[in-house]
């Protein structure tokens, strides 16, 4: 499902569009009381609302970017290209393996997660058309628990 929507506008048609497909896609979900979680920027996924109540929370306090796999709203969890070139021409490196060194790095220095978001930034802009890295460490971290690679935060 396209979700470019997500970053356009709220006013545009774009997103209205958007907004309306996302919600008829998600209209299978829904729990016993016809209510669905909302992905809005300040439920973040952890209240139920009612579909009339979620396009209101969309369209007023925008959709929540970090969202990118509705696994909450029946998207089934798929995981592309982890296998295949980090970028084009590149062997040393998968997409995951690239991720999984980048992160090792932010445990074993303590970096917090600004500065591995800023790191990201400037990655993405450094490396060429065609690489795909995460943007933020919770996309990071989504991925690794895509493939039950957890972490374990130890106090210290």
């Known amino acids: 499902m396209n ?4 970053n356009k506008s709220r006013w545009s048609h774009e997103y209205s569009k958007g907004v309306e497909d996302f919600l008829n896609f998600v209209n299978r979900s829904k729990n016993q009381s016809g209510k669905i979680l909302c992905p809005c920027k300040s ?9 009339k109540d979620v396009k209101e929370h969309i369209m007023t306090n925008g959709f929540f970017t970090g969202y990118v796999i509705w696994n909450q709203h029946g998207e089934d969890h798929q995981v592309e290209d982890v296998g295949a070139e980090f970028y084009p021409g590149c062997k040393r490196f998968s997409k ?3 991720i999984l060194h980048l992160f090792h790095l932010k445990c074993l220095n303590s970096w917090t997660a600004r500065s591995f978001d800023m790191l990201l930034e400037i990655l993405i802009e450094a490396f060429p058309e ?3 890295l995460p943007k933020t460490t919770y996309e990071v971290k989504k991925l690794m628990k895509a493939f039950d690679l ?4 130890i106090h210290a």
Not at 150 to 153: C, E, F, L, M, P
């Open 43 to 51: 439920c973040i996924n952890r209240y139920f609302h009612s579909i």
């Open 150 to 153: 957890g972490y374990t935060k």
């Open 3 to 6: 979700k470019s929507w997500i």
């Open 130 to 132: 065609g690489t795909s």
């Open 96 to 98: 995951l393996s690239f």
